[in-house]
T-cell receptor, first 110, second 113 residues
Framework: GQQVMQIPQYQHVQEGEDFTTYCNSS?????IQWYKQRPGGHPVFLIQ?????EVKKQKRLTFQFGEAKKNSSLHITATQTTDVGTYFC??????????FGTGTSLTVIP | KAGVTQTPRYLIKTRGQQVTLSCSPI?????VSWYQQTPGQGLQFLFE???????NKGNFPGRFSGRQFSNSRSEMNVSTLELGDSALYLC????????????FGPGTRLTVL
């Protein structure tokens, strides 16, 4: 089946530092989605990327889809304590089945 | 619109028992997917129902089953519970088309003793 590798597994940063998580797939993706799960919460949809090389921004968050549509990244500029949580990428096959990455757990030290 | 609701929120069972979890999707959503989340395995896809039919199935044993009703509400059943079934079970609803956004419920925390 499809495998979605996500690195790093854990990341500790000082408040104000930047943070990046990477998602790599063994197959060409039709689209990729990013979710955030706060501690004790459930995954919440952040964004979807569809086009090759697509870059989307949400305030301090920048999402990028690779040119070959096999990888994606999420970059947070100047992290805040509210950014704490686990960030997941998810790839969707043509049958509406989602494969989630292993997630990156972000800790922000005040 | 009301969000996705799941009941019960917490459940404690013993090995060998069976359990039924319920999920009510967002109004108008026809697709319901179920996931198992554990610290070791992450978010793993169980199955997806669309218009009362199982459309996709993950790699889980037959002890895990589900169904969807005409109002799109879905239930998941786990029979002959094992200790390893302890997990957070999440359901997610979506409209059901390709390039869809999934909306997750709060989950049911199942503990098997």
């Amino acid at each position: 089946g499809q495998q979605v590798m996500q690195i790093p597994q854990y990341q500790h940063v000082q408040e104000g530092e930047d943070f990046t998580t990477y998602c790599n797939s063994s197959t060409t993706l039709s689209n990729i989605q990013w979710y955030k799960q706060r501690p004790g919460g459930h995954p919440v949809f952040l964004i979807q990327l569809v086009k090759s090389g697509e870059v989307k921004k949400q305030k301090r968050l920048t999402f990028q889809f690779g040119e070959a549509k096999k990888n994606s990244s999420l970059h947070i500029t100047a992290t805040q304590t509210t950014d704490v949580g686990t960030y997941f990428c998810a790839e969707q096959n043509t049958g509406n089945q989602f494969y989630f990455g292993t997630g990156t757990s972000l800790t922000v030290i005040p | 619109k009301a969000g996705v609701t799941q009941t019960p929120r917490y459940l404690i069972k013993t090995r060998g028992q069976q359990v039924t979890l319920s999920c009510s999707p967002i109004s108008g959503h026809r697709s319901v997917s179920w996931y198992q989340q554990t610290p070791g395995q992450g978010l793993q896809f169980l199955f997806e129902y669309f218009s009362e039919t199982q459309r996709n199935k993950g790699n889980f044993p037959g002890r895990f089953s589900g169904r969807q009703f005409s109002n799109s509400r879905s239930e998941m059943n786990v029979s002959t519970l094992e200790l390893g079934d302890s997990a957070l079970y999440l359901c997610a609803s979506s409209v059901g088309t390709v390039t869809d956004t999934q909306y997750f419920g709060p989950g049911t925390r199942l503990t098997v003793l």
